[in-house]
């Protein structure tokens, strides 16, 4: 882990080389998040402004860029700048035919009429507790996406914000002897984990069931690049620590997540048409707004996601695959 004074000198160097670049950061909280200004993600980015950029999301690891007329080719082209595009292999029926690596958020709204329920019951059987909607992409995998480019085309007026979180900022804030316990710790995170079923039949369980991904991460992971460790949990995949009981392993994930998503350790951001946020899918959870289906306005999103590693715990141990993921396999 870097001390204060060698991140004080990052920080400097990476503010020089933005300026030098033409680009401008502004934090948008203490811990997390910036606004990048003074960048066209419809043109060809210099090694320069790349460098900037990709600096820009490890350090403040959701960054927001507004007003780009990026289509999708451009979007995926710009997230080739920074990886290599998720392929999906399902995708609903709103997502680019043509694109294969965008998804589209609206796509989320048919899953419900899907399974015989209309999304206000989906989404609340999805999210019966107050945290249990925070989540990173992908994490039942057992390489889950190491980024991900989210591009606004249509937003309400209002509402239909999204939050992220530090999972740096959350593990960092933890005191001695709680970071020394959970820095060997080991949870199962699991496709569906806490859904509610439906009285009778199910076809949606049904569907979780026959689709099952899970996978046991390091409850910390350390950070591929800037080596920080990562208080990994999230509400909606994690089912329990492995070696605990399940008292146990209740209380101690509602001690971290309620640590994961403290309001310091968050910001929110208001999309406009044409907003980008590029974020760290391995240091922060996200939670997607619960309000934009009731507002009457249209919420187009557009997705795609940079293939991740395996992650590896403080100690050096890969996550293992238990079942539905194998690594770079899609």
Known sequence: MTTDGTRDERAAAERAAARAAGVGIEPAAGHIGAEITGVDLT???????????????HRWKVVFFRGQRLDHAGHVAFARRF????????RGGASPADVPEVETTADRLELGGRFGMDHDEWLDRRRHTLLRGWHCDHGARVDPPAATVLRAEAVPPYGGD?????????????????????????AEHRLGVGYQPRPGDDAYARHLLDHQVATVHPLVRVHPVTG????????YYVERITG?????????LEMLLEQAT??????RFRWEPGSVAFWDNRATI???PADAARLGHPRIMHRVMLTGEVPTGVDGTPSEPLTGSAPGRW
């Open 43 to 57: 043109e060809e980015l210099s090694r320069e402004r790349v460098a900037v950029i990709e600096a820009a999301v």
């Open 83 to 90: 990886g290599r595009p998720v392929v999906p292999p399902r």
């Open 162 to 186: 999204t939050t992220w979180a530090s999972l740096a900022a959350a593990y960092a804030g933890l005191s001695a002897p709680v970071r020394a316990f959970v820095d060997g710790l080991r």
């Open 228 to 235: 920080e460790r990562l208080l990994f949990v999230n509400g």
């Open 244 to 252: 605990l009981t399940r008292p146990e392993s209740t209380a101690v």
């Open 262 to 267: 403290r309001p310091e350790y968050t910001v």
């Open 286 to 288: 996200h939670l997607a």
